[in-house]
């Protein structure tokens, strides 16, 4: 079954940027899916920041738009994630996650299933 | 502040049901679809519904969800110790233009 890890830096400089990349395993990541990152800062709910497609295509969350960049390496089966201008206020778990989504006349259906395990990104100088 | 509301916390003992609730708006759970997630204590959230009432193979038919105008529910019977965990509801907003969630419930199993 498809598996994914997150793998980046623990610690990121206020004022950097944060680099993050989702190894996906057990499945092609150009399959009909979306593939998102989602953090939980330490204590409180989740928050999904964006997603892309192995087409290319993104959509992010419009709160961290002007600061975060989505891409993916077909080649390598992963994506990453960039989130730029740090404070201490990004300090959470990031997750990633695939993102099925369907849309239908009733609306729009969407889950995550699976996601990584996690990885603490911690802002501080 | 989520833009999806759920109580803080709920309890109940062993045995018993337990429901959680997941409020919103036409934007969003009125005129879409509703996931749930369960969140044992640290580890990764876990898709537990989806399509409002669908379970994914492996989750137990002890847990169930329901969906009622800009409203949704988790309900769990038969309540084990190990259920205890924080869950989570999710949809697409539309004005948002952002997939959503709720804030947690943290279940307690007494």
């Known amino acids: 079954q498809v598996q994914l890890q997150e793998s980046g830096p623990g610690l990121v400089k206020p004022s950097g940027t944060l680099s993050l990349t989702c190894a996906v395993s057990?499945?092609?990541?150009?399959?009909?899916?979306?593939w998102s990152w989602v953090r939980q800062p330490p204590g409180k709910g989740l928050e999904w920041i964006g997603e892309?497609?192995?087409?290319?295509?993104?959509n992010y969350n419009p709160s961290l738009k002007s600061r975060v960049t989505i891409s993916v390496d077909k080649s390598k089966n992963q994506f990453s994630l960039k989130l730029s201008s740090v404070t201490a206020a990004d300090t959470a778990v990031y997750y990633c996650?695939?993102?099925?989504?369907?849309?239908?006349?009733?609306?729009?259906?969407?889950?995550?299933?699976?996601w990584g395990q996690g990885t603490l990104v911690t802002v501080s100088s | 502040q989520s833009v999806l509301t759920q109580p803080p916390s709920v309890s109940a003992a062993p045995g018993q049901k337990v429901t959680i609730s997941c409020s919103g708006s036409?934007?969003?759970?009125?005129?879409?679809?509703v996931s749930w997630y369960q969140q044992l204590p640290g580890t990764a959230p876990k898709l537990l519904i989806y399509?409002?009432?669908k379970r994914p193979s492996g989750i137990p038919d002890r847990f169930s969800g329901s969906k009622s105008g800009t409203s949704a529910t988790l309900g769990i019977t038969g309540l084990q110790t190990g259920d205890e965990a924080d869950y989570y509801c999710?949809?697409?907003?539309?004005?948002?233009?952002?997939?959503?969630f709720g804030g947690g419930t943290k279940l307690t199993v007494l």
């Open positions: 996650a695939r993102d099925t989504q369907i849309t239908m006349v009733q609306g729009v259906s969407n889950w995550f299933d699976p």
């Open positions: 057990g499945g092609s990541i150009s399959s009909s899916n979306w």
């Open positions: 892309i497609y192995h087409s290319g295509s993104t």
């Open positions: 036409s934007s969003n759970i009125g005129n879409n679809y």
């Open positions: 399509d409002n009432n």
């Open positions: 999710g949809t697409w907003d539309s004005s948002l233009t952002a997939r959503v």
